[in-house]
């Protein structure tokens, strides 16, 4: 079978995929882009049925071509993905679906990538596969149990989870949006809060992205010590609203620590509810506080907004917080795990990984030339993973990518005079 040579490969036809062939293209650079299912597939099969985007639709998009709905609406799911796949056909991206890449290695100059339909030779590889390969699920309670248990990839509606009570575990915006879905279609739900950031959903007629962009919180290098992981609890469920922890205790959820240990049907829960509820507000309040402060510098007419900085009374599952909870004396019959993702380069075979298989890279620039990756949290700021985010860190990397080709023509050419 013959090798098919190419100047650079992506791989994977996501948001970052698709972006980056928008930027290889543009500065001439030959490519192909592979994608294991269909263009931005886990927006619609690795999500559940009424999820919507989480940033408003003039936000949570690439420059050149907006989303067919109010610029202040959150776009559903299956929108997104069609939003993905009308770009790629506006730039005539030269993607191949349903190839799988095997396993990547390198021999000299040429990287030499195995997929389900032969062999590729590239100067390059981009990894636009992201950060969300392969689910989290903590081997808490066991199987013999008898409770059904899934991570939330795998939830798509209520009417999926057996009869009971459910338990959600996990605060970011997956587990509060599901734990929030379940207990409006009349489950009993208990919801496991961890450690999370907790932004106004809006705040002086601004959406939260407006404000993270105007006081400088997209551009963020790094994380603040030890927030790298922390989840953040915001929605664009139901219009959008500022998620509100002590709200859905008095619509009857039950609150909850982290969860911990589990031995003779009983779950050991962390007294952290009150100090992590706490430290959400804390983030809450500061955004608040900062908004103000930007406003007043810089003359804003804005509306003030007080009832922003009210906090309902707590539950009593807050002010009596549950530290020991008897699964099946609670009624409790699944378990959703909302506790992330890993990431999965078992096809790279490259030493471009840390000991924890996480990519070593400088802004995307991995440390064996020729390898790049897009699409990950933080790659150059805060907003790298976002869809706009992974936009422009795409296109710095095809602008390296072209001076790189440029630098080895010129050395090819001198070579040969």
């Known amino acids: ?29 030959p490519h192909l882009v592979l994608e294991k299912s269909r263009i931005a597939e886990s927006w619609r099969t690795a999500r559940w049925d009424s999820l919507v985007a989480n940033g408003p639709a003039w936000h949570d998009r690439f420059p050149g071509m907006t989303f067919d709905i109010e610029d202040d609406a959150f776009a559903p799911k299956e929108q997104v993905a069609d939003y993905f796949v009308a770009y790629a056909e506006k730039i005539d991206a030269p993607i191949r679906t349903g190839i799988e890449v095997r396993s990547v290695r390198k021999e000299g100059d040429t990287f030499r990538v195995e997929t389900s339909e032969g062999l590729i030779e590239a100067k390059n590889v981009v990894s636009a596969t992201g950060a969300f390969q392969r689910p989290i699920m903590p081997a808490v309670v066991p199987d013999e149990e008898g409770l059904t248990q899934i991570h939330s990839n795998a939830y798509r509606k209520p009417g999926q989870m057996p009869e009971g009570a459910v338990l959600v575990v996990g605060a970011g915006s997956s587990g509060t949006q599901i734990a929030d879905e379940l207990l409006r279609a009349g489950k009993r739900v208990y919801l496991s809060i961890g450690p999370h950031d907790r932004p106004p959903r809006r705040y002086r007629d ?17 994380p603040a010590p030890n927030t790298e992981h922390v989840t953040i609890a915001v929605s ?11 709200r859905l205790g008095n619509r009857g959820m039950v609150l909850l620590g982290r969860a911990e240990t589990f031995k003779d049907g009983v ?44 906090k309902e009374p707590d539950p009593a599952c807050v002010t009596d917080p549950i530290l020991a909870l008897n699964l099946k004396e609670a009624g409790i019959t699944s378990i959703i795990w909302a506790t992330g993702y890993a990431v999965d380069y078992a096809w790279l075979k490259l030493d471009a990984l840390d000991e924890k298989g996480r990519p070593v890279h400088e802004r995307g620039v991995s440390k064996v030339p020729g390898l790049f990756f897009v699409g990950l949290p933080w790659l150059s700021r805060r907003a790298s ?19 790189h080709r440029g630098a080895q023509t010129t050395d090819t050419a001198a070579a040969a005079s």
């Open 1 to 29: 079978m013959a090798v098919e040579k190419v100047d650079t490969l992506v791989i994977g036809a996501g948001q970052a995929g698709v972006a980056m062939s928008e930027h290889l293209g543009k500065r001439g650079i």
């Open 206 to 222: 601004k959406d939260f992205c407006w404000w993270l962009g105007v006081l400088g919180i997209w551009d963020l290098k790094v």
């Open 236 to 246: 664009g469920a139901y219009g959008g609203n500022t998620v509100d922890f002590r």
């Open 267 to 310: 779950l050991q829960i962390a007294p952290d509810l009150v100090e992590n509820i706490a430290r959400g507000d804390a983030n809450h309040l500061s955004l608040l506080d900062r908004a103000d402060d930007y406003a007043a510098k810089n003359n804003l007419d804005l509306p003030e907004e007080p009832d922003a900085r009210r």
């Open 385 to 403: 993973s976002f869809i706009w985010g992974c936009w422009h860190d795409a296109d710095y990397l095809a602008g390296y990518i072209a001076e």
